[in-house]
């Protein structure tokens, strides 16, 4: 705490010190002995055994064993977590300064004269000390106002009881709030593990449906390849085919573009005698080159490859239904198939009675 540059700033140092002396959790000034937690922060041994207690129902002192484990709380002024041994409240350390203070205080205000003025005075009757409580109108006032007064037939009591009181009934709510606090933080810790987790989750199922699509590409791949090398393999023994047709033919046109211009000489030759010495064979072999004119073919439709169409449609019907499932639905599905295959079992056992 600084202490100094508080006295200074403030008009009256004893107000401040007061202020800088008060508990957070009963708003009253410390009492023996004073802890201080893990932050720096200071608090009544009582207000900080309550608290913890409060946020700690099921904690018990475990002294006698040899387990390390405690429980948590959090600090009242800066919501700092303090994480407590196996002693609880007990483990946290004393602080002697703020105690020797708060003596050096008390007798200090003790010696010193009440001065005027530090006394709420009552609006109505300027001279009169605000020193009762209205239970009625639930307000403090003064004597005067309870015997002349607006508080004449209202029912009073003494106001250091009705402060007390109230003041631990404030306390009460305060360590109530704190603990209510720390539960909403325990529950947003608990979301924040779950959006944690679901994630993770989320992460690992796309993780494994990606691969399980991969494979699927993959098979895809392997019987595309396979196909099309089966559509090349037909490709290339047709075209092989027809190629060794065209060669054929295309010798049967040379022989037969020679034998034509060996004729064409024939018939230009004025000599009969020469010309017959050559013709009888020249005819031969133009007979028997068209006779040879005969060969292969190929059938009507031979250039199709019809027969290598696919019908995907079933395929694409059972890729478009591809969805998550679950369990029971294949169970289900395993049942009816169970309960059809049980039926025509029955039907084929009645027929063969008969």
Sequence with gaps: MDYKSSLIQDGNPMENLEKQLICPICLEMFTKPVVILPCQHNLCRKCASDVFQAANPYWTNRSSSLSMSGGRFRCPSCRHEVIMDRHGVYGLQRNLLVENIIDIYKQECSSRPLQKGSHPMCKEHEDEKINIYCLTCEVPTCSMCKVFGAHQACEVAPLQSVFQGQKTELSNCVSMLVAGND???????????????????????????????????????????????????????????????????????????????????????????????????????????????????????????????????????????????????????????????????????EEGHQ
Excluded: W
């Excluded at 979301?191 to 989320?202: A, F, P």
């Excluded at 590409?217 to 196909?227: M, R, T, V």
């Design 183 to 349: 539960r909403v933080q325990t529950i947003i810790t608990q979301l924040e593990d779950s959006c944690r987790v679901t994630k993770e989750n989320s992460h690992q199922v796309k993780e494994e449906l990606s691969q399980k699509f991969d494979t699927l590409y993959a098979i895809l791949d392997e019987k595309k390849s396979e196909l099309l090398q089966r559509i090349t393999r037909e490709q290339e023994e047709k075209l092989g085919f027809i190629e060794a047709l065209i060669q054929q033919y295309r010798g049967q046109l040379d022989k037969s573009t020679k034998l034509v211009e060996t004729a064409i000489q024939s018939l230009d030759e004025p000599g009969g005698a020469t010309f017959l010495l050559s013709a009888k064979e020249l005819i031969r072999s133009i007979v028997d080159a068209s006779k040879g004119c005969q060969l292969g073919k190929i059938e009507q439709g031979f250039e199709n490859m019809d027969y290598f169409t696919l019908d995907l449609e079933h395929i694409v019907d059972t890729l478009r239904a591809i969805d998550f499932g679950t369990d029971e639905d294949e169970e289900e599905f395993t049942e009816e198939e169970e309960d059809q295959g049980e039926e025509v079992s029955t039907e084929g056992k």
